[in-house]
């Protein structure tokens, strides 16, 4: 089944008008219509298919759409085992959405979910999963490696764990959406606003409400930038956020590098798929940061879950400090969306939202109302 090939790539462009009732807004985007670019690939198996998306905020899919087609004759032609991965901007956007339909179809072939598929991986297939070029000074394939076959000890028992009680989370809507005071979580996201000094002086003043992180407190390029406001903010025990704007594991190892951030927040659409997040999931467990990914766009949630779950299980073997970014208001025209053991009111980290482990692999990113046209 793995021989199969790849024949076409199709790609739509799907918006969903959220700018209605301002659901998604922030303090960068005002009315934004969330999107997708969504990529279907068809096999010489006419019952075998893998879909895959992006996510934007409206504005500029189209041009995703493009970079796509763009793309598509790298994968068409090809089976699974001839397909790699690139490098930034709307290219990686355009490669997330190409690559997440190859692990979506793979996953199908194996019959499993996307996080099984990666849990019950060697961890030298994984590892040659992974693109080490720039990222070896930080990160060598032993090193990763070694994490992973560190990880093996009571691997069972946290997949075990995981079906049964799931992955904690939280929801990052907003406050003026009419959420109640109780239902807030305690976290900050400056959405990229501020200058350095400002975010330093801002988040001093916010103190006092102990946020655990400040997310995307200046330009998600400004490494250094994201390091004075980490040592800045230090002796307030506030943390600092970053990720889904982050283009590719070299930033990521740079932050890293800089003590730049104290929470990764990997985003399934932004970098080149599973494959580079494999890279960055690792490097965070080598410098002992926490992943917290983003998520809370079209399909990001139901992407990332698997990510996460591979990493408690396989990588990081911790859920100290750890949560997943969800939206309660998920998209119904995903087959795969993301289901909750249960919801209610609380605090972030106190497990009152659950992510139920997915045992279908059919629940993946198929978008019903676009399939059904
Ligand atoms: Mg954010």
């Keep these: 089944m793995l021989g199969s090939k790849i024949i076409k790539v199709s790609v739509q462009d799907v918006r969903f008008p959220t700018s209605l009732e301002q659901h998604g807004s922030d303090a960068m985007h005002t009315d934004p219509d969330y999107s997708v670019a969504y990529v279907v690939l068809e096999t010489d198996n006419a019952t075998l298919k893998g879909y895959g998306l992006t996510f934007t905020v409206g504005r500029g899919t189209e041009i995703v759409v493009c970079a796509v087609k763009a793309l598509s004759s790298l994968v068409e032609g090809k089976t699974l085992e001839e397909i790699i991965g690139p490098e930034k901007g709307v290219i990686h956007l355009a490669t997330a959405a190409i690559l997440n339909a190859v692990w979506d179809l793979w996953a199908r072939v194996e019959n499993k979910p996307l996080w099984k598929l990666l849990v019950d991986m060697e961890p030298e297939k994984l590892i040659s999963c992974i693109d080490f070029r720039y990222i070896s000074d930080a990160l060598t394939e032993q090193e990763a490696l070694d994490i992973l076959m560190k990880a093996k000890t009571d691997q069972k028992s946290r997949e075990e764990q995981m079906l049964k009680e799931g992955y904690p989370a939280y929801t990052t809507s907003c406050a003026w959406l009419g959420y109640s005071d109780q239902q807030l979580t305690q976290m900050i996201d400056a959405n990229q606003r501020w200058d350095v000094n400002e975010a330093i002086t801002w988040v001093t003043k916010l103190a006092e409400f102990r946020p655990l992180w400040i997310e995307e407190p200046t330009c998600p ?31 990521f190892k740079q932050f890293l590098q800089a003590s730049a951030l104290q929470f990764i927040q990997i985003d399934s659409c932004r970098v080149g798929s599973v494959n580079e997040n494999l890279a960055i999931l690792l490097m ?65 980290l106190s497990r009152s939202m659950i992510y139920k482990c997915h045992r279908n692999p059919s629940e993946g990113i198929l978008m019903f109302s676009v399939e059904r046209e």
């Design 221 to 251: 390029d400004d490494i250094l930038g994201h390091a004075s406001i980490s040592k800045g903010l230090a002796q307030f025990g506030i943390g600092v956020a970053s990720g889904e704007q982050c283009h590719n594991r070299v930033m």
């Design 284 to 348: 965070a467990a080598k410098f002992n940061v926490p992943v917290c990914p983003h998520a809370g766009g079209v399909g990001l949630c139901e992407l990332v879950q698997h990510l996460i779950l591979f990493d408690y299980i396989c990588v990081s073997a911790s859920l100290s400090n750890r949560t997943l970014d969800t939206l309660v208001k998920c998209w119904k025209s995903l087959c795969g969306s993301i289901s909750f053991l249960k919801v209610t009111s609380g605090e972030l």
